[in-house]
Structures are given as structure tokens and as C-alpha cells.
């Protein structure tokens, strides 16, 4: 045997034909769907152009990004109580954590908003008081209840739903030791939460909650059905004026996708630096 | 007068008792060796020591006060969460499985509980975990994390971190039982230099040479009760229970 002419080292790749007669044929579809849509008309390509840097457009913009950020910091920050209540061993506070976990995920977001919207028609006003005795504080809900506070409630109140579960997942990801090790050491569950096991879990949490993020942003499109001024609901102004509906949908859809995917280069950032955080082979 | 007392003491899980009625003193300074088969209850008696697990019967206290329990108007009651956390802080504990904070330095697994829990100013601390490394020989190891040491160097910072909190009473859940063999030793030799220095430990273990060198006192427990107890020397080389004998001559014989 010549073990000099058989050695791996000088192995060559065969060429790869099938694969190089995919991409071809992969690459004319594209080429040609591409073709189509540019040479369709319809589209409206200069009607996008001209639009797609509008000040309506931008404000709408800006207030589907605000809404995005206000509703899922208030996700985040009332889910991770409900976390909490969820996995405590109190009866009472992981039953109430489970109801509100059921009924929020359970509905659509979009009744869920409207709901929100028409509250005044349920309660019209709102009152702080003591059960059965003395209203400290109340309001009348139309002057709580405008579309901005009714889609912030929406929205929030549901992502806390989800961010709740998720944040349940990392908790419970966290190895059993880890509570051990600070029960042993005297302490006290907020204290061992913050320091010890929150630190463990976000490796589990922060992929998922990226993902609720980029959903989110499309979800604020839900709040054009309440008169809220977001990206969906200045585009459909507009094209309820000029009936240019598919370039001002366009419009809409480009902006989603580029904030999306400056999202997804940030998730991939924070992810690849909480991959290192748990690789600690090399110093740091 | 004893610092840790246990009397009557049962703890079923479910239907499976576990403990079926422990006495047990240990005296403050003293080592004592707990050995017996697996499933003998020794782990879950340490464990109910510091209460991380509930005992269903009998007293268990240290340094006389009853663990888990009050008398209030001469009515015995359950303390509450935050108080049972108090109690805690006194005992020190290593694990089977190290349990050290991996998001962590070496140092700051040391320095998490006195600062955090007990309050000590963080310069203290600092010069505390640092002396208590290089008493471990891990004093190059202080920004190492958890992942980048081995197996008998983790052990050696969590025993470092148990030290820190400086405990009247130091448990050891078989220490050693997740090491490779190899590492065992360096381990062993930590906790034989701990226990001359009058440190009151409680060892669970299967380590037997262990017990013979560094044990003041060996207790023999099966099938959830303490059958045997003594001396190393009475109870390793003149076993009279017959289990104890025969659980040392399947070991001997190895």
C-alpha cells in the first residue's frame, strides 16, 4: 500500500456540480422575480420613494418605536414579578400569577385593545378605594383612556404575559445547586435572585426576549385599529387620501424590515456576548 | 454543653423514611465523620441541620437555639423564612457538587456572603478571601472563574468560601464523592489541615482514611439510624455492629 500517495493531507474536494447548477437556477428565479417586480408598475416605486422620508411617516414611525420601547420595558418590569408569584410556593400568589398568565395570553391582542379603548363603557370612571368602604382618589375614564394610555395598557399587559413566562424559563434553567448554595448561605430570596440566580438565568432569557421584541414592533401595528398615529396608521392616512394603497403599505413594510433587522444585529450582539460570559475558558 | 444537639429526629419523603430517629451530639471543636451505605440518611441528616430540609419529629438546635422552631408564650412555633435565613448564616456548608457561583470569580464567590450577608466592609473581605486562598494554595487562582479550575480547586474555593463567613460549625455533603480520584487528595489534605485547627466540622463521606486520620469521633449510620459510634480507632479496627463490619470490609478490601 502507498500510504504516502493515500495520505488525507493530499485529498482533493470533488467539484460540486449539483450544488453549482442549484445556485444557477436558484439565482435566474430571483433574477427574474426581481425583473417583475421592477418592471411592474403597479408597485409604485417613485410613489414609495417620494413617501418613504414623509414627516407623517416618520412621526408614526417614531411612535411605533416609542410605543415599542414604553410597552416592553413595562413587559419586562411586570412580568418579572409575575415570574416570581409563578414558581413561589405560595398557593395564593402562583394561583394569580397563573390567572393572569391564562387570560392575557388567551385573548387576542387585538381585543385586548379594543377592550382598553372602550373601558369608559364598562366603568366610567375609575376610583381608588377601599373594598366595600371609603374612594380615596377617582377619575373619569375618558380622561384616563386615550388611545395612547389604552394602547400602552394593551400592549404591556400582554407582553408581560409572555415576558413573565419566559422569564419563568430562566429561572427554572438555573441549576438547583445554585438556590442551595444560597439557602446555605443565609440568603434571603431577593437577595439570592438579584445577585446569584437572575445573573444565571438572562443567558436563557435574552434570546427569547429578542424575539418579543421584533414581534412587538409588528404588534404596535395592532393600535391603527384604536386611532393611535403609528407607522401602519400614517401610511393608511395617507392612502385613504391618495388611494395609492400598495406604495404606502411599501413604505410601511420597509421600515418594519429595517428596524427589524437592526434588531437582529443587536439580539446576535447580546447573544454572542453572553455566549462568551458563559465560555470562560480563556481570561478575560 | 454540646453545640450541635440532635434528639429523636425523623424526616420521611414520602412514604419513604428516611431518618427514623437520630441522636447526635457534637461538640463545639470537635470533627465528627458521619459514614454508612448510600441511602443510609447521612446526607439528609446534615442537610437538616441547617434546615434545608424540614424535619417531621424530634429537636434539632445549635449552639442552643432550636433550628426551624420558637418557643413563643411557651408555645412551640415555625420561625419564619427570614429568620430561618438568619440562622443559616452561622453554619457553613460545601457541597457534593461545589455549587459555586459560575458568573463569579474565585474571589468573589468568597466574598459574596460576607459582604452581602453578613455585612462585612468590602476591603475586609477582600484581604479575608485572599488569606483563605492561599491557605487553600489557590492564592494565583483569585480572578480565576469556576470553569477554568478543576474539579479539586473548585472544591477548594467553595471550602475557602464556607471559611469566609467565619461559621461556628462547618457541614460537608461528601466533598469529594464528585471528584475524579485523582483529585480527591488535595482536597482531603485541605480538610485534614482544617480540622486541627479546632474547627467544629461535620463530614459526610466515604472517604474512610479520612475518618481514621482526621476524625475525633466516627458515626456509623444505616438504614436511617445511628448504629455505631466512637473513636476511629474502636470504630474502624473493632467494629462490634455486624453492618459496620461488614460495610468497612467491602472498603478494606479494595
Redesign the interface.
Known sequence: MDDAARDVARAHRPFPLGRGLLWLAVMLIAADFAWIVAGNGNFGWPVVASYLTTASVLEGLSVTLGLTVVAMTLGVLIGLPIAIARLSNDRLLGGLAGLYIWFFRGTPLLVQLIFWYNLSTLFPEIAISIPFGPTLLHWNTNDVITPMTAAIAGLSLNEAAYMAEIIRGGLLSV?R??V??T???????A?ALR??IL??AMRAIVPPTGNQLISMIKATSLVSVIAMADLLYSVQTIYNRTFEVIPMLLVAVLWYLLVTSVLNVGQGWLERRFAR?????Q?A | MSLVRIRNVHKSFGALEVLKGIDLDVAAGEVVVILGPSGSGKSTLLRCINHLEAIDRGVIDVDGAQIGHTMRHSRLVKLSAAAIVRQRRQIGMVFQSFNLYPHMTALENIIEAPVGVHGEPRAAAIAHAHELLARMGLADKATAYPRQLSGGQQQRVAIARALAIRPKLLLFDEPTSALDPELVGEVLATMRDLAGQGLTMIVVTHEIGFARDAADRVVFMDDGHVIEQGTPAAVLEAPTHPRTRLFLSRFMRQ
Do not use: N
Not at chain 1, 183 to 189: I, S, Y
Not at chain 1, 277 to 281: A, C, D, F, V, Y
Open positions: 441549576d445547586g445554585q442551595e448554595a439557602d446555605a448561605f443565609g440568603m434571603t430570596r437577595y445577585r446569584i445573573p444565571q460570559g458563559s465560555e470562560r475558558g481570561p
